[in-house]
């Protein structure tokens, strides 16, 4: 085999490696936004759960202060807020969701229940 072409092809030596190095921090990247989103979409659907107790509750006529404990106890860290509107009675609970240090959203969910309902 010629002398020129051992050079070519011991020219390429370590770059599986370089290549590996530069697309792992991106695969982390991916990762770690990935979970982040599955986070966010728990969270979710804890604030939902909680928004429809909230509702429920001051539907059947219970003091504001003890739906707001329901939203905070389902989705630690919650605030509430409820309107009337005819014969419905609205809960809006809200929370912001921190994908890692960098990244937080707020979430929202909203619910309604007869008012006066069993």
Same mark, same amino acid.
């Given at each position: 085999?010629?002398?020129? $072409? *051992?050079?070519?092809? &011991?020219? =390429?030596? +370590?770059?599986? #490696?370089?290549?590996? @190095?530069? %697309?792992? !921090?991106?695969?982390?990247?991916?990762?770690?936004?990935?979970?982040?989103?599955?986070?966010?979409?728990?969270?979710?659907?804890?604030?939902?759960?909680?928004?429809?107790?909230?509702? $429920? *509750?001051?539907?059947? &006529?219970? =003091?504001? +202060?003890?739906? #707001?404990?329901?939203? @905070?106890? %389902?989705? !630690?860290?919650?605030?509430?807020?409820?309107?009337?509107?005819?014969?419905?009675?609205?809960?809006?609970?809200?929370?912001?969701?921190?994908?890692?240090?960098?990244?937080?959203?707020?979430?929202?969910?909203?619910?309604?229940?007869?008012? +006066?309902?069993?």
């Amino acid at each position: 085999m010629p002398r020129s $072409r *051992l050079t070519r092809l &011991g020219g =390429d030596r +370590g770059s599986v #490696a370089a290549e590996l @190095a530069l %697309a792992l !921090p991106a695969v982390v990247l991916v990762l770690a936004l990935g979970v982040g989103a599955l986070g966010a979409a728990t969270r979710q659907v804890s604030l939902q759960d909680a928004a429809a107790d909230a509702a $429920r *509750l001051l539907g059947r &006529g219970e =003091d504001t +202060g003890r739906a #707001a404990d329901a939203v @905070a106890r %389902a989705a !630690p860290g919650a605030t509430m807020s409820s309107a009337n509107s005819g014969d419905l009675v609205c809960v809006t609970a809200r929370a912001t969701v921190a994908v890692g240090s960098l990244i937080s959203m707020p979430l929202q969910a909203s619910s309604c229940a007869l008012a +006066g309902g069993l």
